[in-house]
């Protein structure tokens, strides 16, 4: 089963920020956290990752609370072109141990 | 840098049929997964391989099989095709001299099985 639950569907208007929750309480100390986005008919796009700091890259950021059992991903000014499914995954231990254990994601639908 | 390539993009198959996908990955990366995405669901994991030999294993039946070769391109073979067996399957890639415990997969653009 997956670590994560997250809400089915948003909606975002264009230009405005998404921010898109993520519930992890069962999180370990040393699982990170993870968000891919899938545009329809493609693989998984890696976004971004983090294990208990805020990270922000030149796709989005990722605020982690302070007790790690949730997550969110930010799109700051969303386009039609982040209309996607974003998945938040958890996946720790050792080097070797790539599996991840996917939900069933957000649909995020970016309005113009 | 090519990343995480696949064959073929689409692939139609018969009942009872047998199938072979291939993977290469994404260059410097040493390990390669294998996932199963059913339409509207998550991808689920399959098996990794890593030094060409298979080092972890999600809840598939043994018709799933696959090899990963010297280059560390990888194959995914099934058989004895089911209907239920139509999907997305994608192939993922990590590891390497580079990384670390925490780097991503790259995700390839998946091959669309559909078996009739």
């Known amino acids: 089963d997956a670590k994560t639950t997250q809400p089915t569907s948003m909606d975002c208007a264009e230009g405005r920020a998404a921010n898109l929750p993520c519930n992890h309480s069962t999180i370990s100390g040393n699982e990170y956290v993870y968000w891919y986005r899938q545009i329809h008919s493609q693989g998984p796009q890696y976004i971004i990752h983090g294990l208990k700091n805020n990270e922000t890259n030149e796709m989005a950021s990722l605020i982690i609370t302070e007790d790690r059992k949730s997550s969110t991903l930010i799109l700051p000014h969303a386009t039609l072109r982040d209309t996607a499914v974003y998945y938040c995954i958890v996946r720790g231990g050792t080097a070797g141990t790539y599996k991840y254990i996917f939900g069933t994601g957000t649909r995020l639908k970016v309005l113009a | 840098d090519a990343g995480v390539t696949q064959s073929p993009t689409h692939l139609i198959k018969t009942r009872g049929q047998q199938v072979t996908l291939r993977c290469s990955p994404k260059s410097g990366h040493d390990t390669v997964s294998w996932y199963q995405q059913a339409l509207g669901q998550g991808p689920q994991f399959i098996f990794q391989?890593?030094?060409?030999?298979?080092?972890q294993r999600g809840n598939f039946p043994d018709r799933f099989s696959g090899h990963q070769f010297p280059n560390y391109s990888s194959e995914l073979n099934v058989n004895a095709l089911l209907l239920g067996d139509s999907a997305l399957y994608l192939c993922?890639?990590?590891?390497?001299?580079?990384?670390?415990?925490?780097?991503?997969?790259?995700f390839g653009n998946g091959t669309r099985l559909t078996v009739t």
């Open positions: 993922a890639s990590s590891g390497g001299r580079r990384s670390s415990y925490n780097s991503p997969l790259h």
């Open positions: 391989y890593y030094e060409e030999e298979e080092r």
